[in-house]
């Protein structure tokens, strides 16, 4: 499954470079020790630097063209959390996913930005979060504005939502993570 998000059925083949002995291992999560792995193939995890950020100015400008739902949106919430396990599996995919929900959310369904909680990587902290060696991108929307955001566990960014209104048709919640696809198999994540 290329450039699917974990977890999924998944193969590992392992190379001797001595001998060109082919070990295959099943799995469904991305290997503990895949820094100190070294990849054989031509594939790519992570898009050349630059190419999100103008396929998402691209999306948002298709937004801005599109005829919006009827105002009505302003007691909407939303939560968002996502986020790789660590730096290694903490791709820019999942920054992407994020983006794209939160220009969505507030450019054509009209959110108000104190309406969603962000709870992704490693929040605003400026340090090296990704698989590709940068750090996530603060602002989500593209309007130059830092989006405020926590990180992992989001009990502090849960506990900050505590007064919104429950969530109901005119007021839905989304909650996007990542999830085992083996019955009984799940993640928590507050």
Same mark, same amino acid.
């Given at each position: ?32 020790? @895949? ?8 594939? #790519? ?10 396929? @998402?100015?691209?999306? !948002?400008?298709? @937004?801005?063209? @599109? ?5 009505? #949106? ?28 939160? #220009? ?74 990542? #999830? !085992? ?10």
């Amino acid at each position: 499954m290329p450039a699917a998000n974990w977890e999924h059925p998944c193969w590992y083949f392992f190379v001797d470079a001595a001998s060109g002995t082919v070990r295959r291992f099943d799995a469904s999560t991305p290997p503990r020790m @895949l820094p100190e792995l070294l990849e054989i193939t031509h594939g #790519r995890d992570n898009p050349p630097a630059g190419m999100s950020e103008e396929s @998402l100015a691209h999306y !948002s400008e298709i @937004l801005r063209q @599109l005829p919006k739902p009827a105002p009505t #949106r302003g007691q909407a919430y939303a939560f968002i959390i996502s986020g790789g396990a660590d730096q290694s599996n903490n791709h820019i995919r999942y920054w992407n996913d994020c983006a794209f929900i939160y #220009r969505t959310l507030v450019q054509y369904y009209g959110y108000a930005h104190d309406h969603i909680r962000v709870c992704m990587s490693d929040g605003t902290n400026p340090a090296v979060d990704r698989s590709d060696g940068t750090n996530s991108p603060t602002d989500l929307d593209g309007n130059g504005t830092p989006t405020s955001s926590t990180r992992p566990p989001c009990s502090t960014s849960a506990r900050s939502s505590a007064s919104w209104p429950r969530p109901s048709p005119q007021r839905p919640a989304l909650h996007l993570h990542h #999830r !085992s696809w083996r019955p009984g198999v799940g993640s928590r994540l507050l």
